[in-house]
């Protein structure tokens, strides 16, 4: 019997362990989606948004670049201009998007979407409908810390919202700005 309570103690502690540890990984993405949901609630009424990434998010970032499936591996390195060895594997089918703040440096931080993300409970996601022409979101777009505010759209989907996205035609705004 003392054997058996040992063996589930240890199950516990694991699965507690697991738990903790996989909230510690999440904190600084908590740090920078909870701001940025906050700003969408307070503004969004009327199913769109401005949100100011250079208020909201932390740290010495210099430039975010958004990064959506159908963007190479070359064209993702090429705008962040620094090595991402943690860069999440772009071809997986999973992958849906990723944000990275990044100085001259380094990736400072990072906030990534899955492609389940859209359809689940997420409240925004980066990269728009899945369904949509990947090549209005490809090559990634770069966004200087100095003019980071992005507006953002409320999906309508069967009569229920969804999450929030950027357009194709913000996302086409937001290159041209950046030029």
């Not at 401005?50 to 998010?57: F, G, R, S, T, Y």
Request: one cysteine or more; proline letters at 5%.
């Amino acid at each position: 019997m003392c054997h058996v309570r040992i063996v589930l103690s240890s199950i516990l502690l694991s699965i507690t362990l697991g738990v903790a540890l996989s909230g510690c990984t999440n904190f600084a993405q908590e740090q920078i989606r909870a701001p940025i949901v906050k700003d969408l609630l307070a503004d969004g009424d009327d199913g769109a948004a401005k949100v100011d990434l250079d208020k909201l998010v932390p740290g010495e970032w210099q430039r975010a670049i958004v990064i959506c499936r159908g963007s190479s591996k070359q064209q993702a390195q090429d705008a962040l201009g620094v090595a991402w060895p943690e860069m999440p594997n772009l071809e997986d089918r999973a992958f849906g998007g990723v944000i990275a703040f990044a100085t001259d440096s380094g990736i400072e931080n990072y906030l990534q979407f899955g492609q389940e993300d859209f359809f689940a409970e997420d409240f925004f996601v980066m990269c728009g409908n899945p369904a949509a022409d990947l090549t209005a979101y490809a090559p990634p777009l770069i966004i200087r810390r100095s003019n980071s505010v992005i507006r953002f759209t409320l999906q309508e989907r069967h009569g229920d919202s969804g999450p929030w996205y950027i357009t194709p035609d913000e996302f086409s705004r937001l290159r041209n700005v950046q030029q």
